[in-house]
C-alpha cells in the first residue's frame, strides 16, 4: 500500500504540490488527472524520490520510508511515457542488463517468463528493440516491473502516443498487475483509459488534489463533465 499524507512541494514560492492525501491500497489502480501543470509529475516524483518534499509523508505498507532508504526504492517500480532501452539489445537482453544491474531478485520465474506474460514471447530473443513499436517497449518496461517484483508501479503517462490497440492491449496488462495485488498509480490525460483501468480517479488542479472518485461508480461521460467543471 502506497500512502501519501499533507505532502507538499514548494519551488521557491511557488506551490507544486499542496497536502495531498492520497492512498493506493494492493490490488487497487489509482489514476490521476489534471491540465498541464497540475501536479502529477511532480506527485510521481516525489514517490520515487527524484524529488525531496518540502512537508509530509510518504508511507508503504504503513512505514514511513525516505527516498534513501533501500526498502521504499525495492518496492517501487516506473513505466515512464518512454520507457528507456537499449536499441541494439533484444528485449531479454535489456531485462537481463536491468535485473543484473540492480540485482532483482525474480524467485523461480525466468525473464522469458515476465516477457510472455507481456505477450512479448515471439520478439523476445530475435529482435533489438529499436525494431519495437512504442507499444510494444512500454510492455517491456511492465515485464521491467515484473521482473523487479515491485509491490508498487508509478506510471506517468504510459499510454501517451500508443494506438487504441496498444493502449488496450496495455490496459489489460495493467488489470492483470492489479488483479495480483500490486498498487498501481497512473498518470494519464486519456479520461476514457481512466475510466476503463482505474479502481479510483483523481482529478488534480494547481497542485491540489480536488475529487476522489471510485471509477464504479462513473461514466467516462461524467468524468469527462466533472473534469471540464473543475479544471
Ligand atoms: N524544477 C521545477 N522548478 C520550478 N517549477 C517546477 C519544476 N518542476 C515542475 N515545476 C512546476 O510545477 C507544476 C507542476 O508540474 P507537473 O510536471 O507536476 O505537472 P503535470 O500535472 O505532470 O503536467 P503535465 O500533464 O504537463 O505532465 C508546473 O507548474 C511546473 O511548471
Redesign the pocket.
Known amino acids: 500500500m502506497l500512502q501519501a499524507i499533507s505532502l507538499s512541494k514548494n519551488?521557491?514560492a511557488?506551490c507544486?504540490?499542496n497536502q495531498l492525501n492520497l492512498t493506493v491500497k494492493a490490488g487497487e489502480v489509482f489514476c490521476l488527472l489534471?491540465?498541464?501543470?497540475?501536479?502529477?509529475?511532480?506527485?510521481i516524483?516525489l514517490f520515487l524520490g527524484f524529488i525531496e518534499p518540502s512537508a509530509g509523508q510518504i508511507l508503504i505498507d504503513g512505514k514511513e520510508l525516505d527516498a534513501h532508504d533501500h526498502e521504499r526504492r525495492k518496492h517501487l517500480a516506473y513505466i515512464p511515457e518512454v520507457v528507456m532501452l537499449y536499441g541494439n539489445l533484444s528485449a531479454i537482453e535489456n531485462l537481463d542488463y536491468f535485473s543484473k544491474l540492480a540485482g532483482f531478485n525474480y524467485g523461480t520465474k525466468s525473464l522469458t517468463d515476465f516477457l510472455t506474460q507481456c505477450g512479448l514471447q515471439e520478439s523476445a530473443h530475435h529482435k533489438h528493440l529499436s525494431g519495437f513499436s512504442k507499444g510494444m517497449r512500454q510492455k517491456v518496461g511492465i515485464a521491467i516491473a515484473l521482473a523487479k517484483n515491485a509491490k508498487i508501479i508509478l506510471m506517468?503517462?504510459p499510454t501517451s502516443g500508443l494506438d487504441p490497440k496498444a493502449t488496450a492491449e496495455f490496459t489489460q496488462l495493467v488489470k492483470q498487475l492489479a488483479a495480483e495485488g500490486k498498487s498501481i498509480l497512473m498518470?494519464t490525460?486519456d479520461i476514457f483509459n481512466a475510466v476503463n483501468v482505474g479502481s479510483h480517479i483523481g482529478i488534480?488542479k494547481q497542485?491540489e488534489l480536488i475529487h476522489t472518485l471510485k471509477a464504479s461508480e462513473i461514466s467516462a461521460n461524467d468524468l469527462q463533465e466533472l473534469y471540464l467543471q473543475t479544471i
Open positions: 519551488y521557491g511557488y507544486a504540490l489534471g491540465q498541464n501543470g497540475a501536479g502529477k509529475t511532480t506527485t516524483n506517468d503517462e498518470a490525460h488534480m497542485g
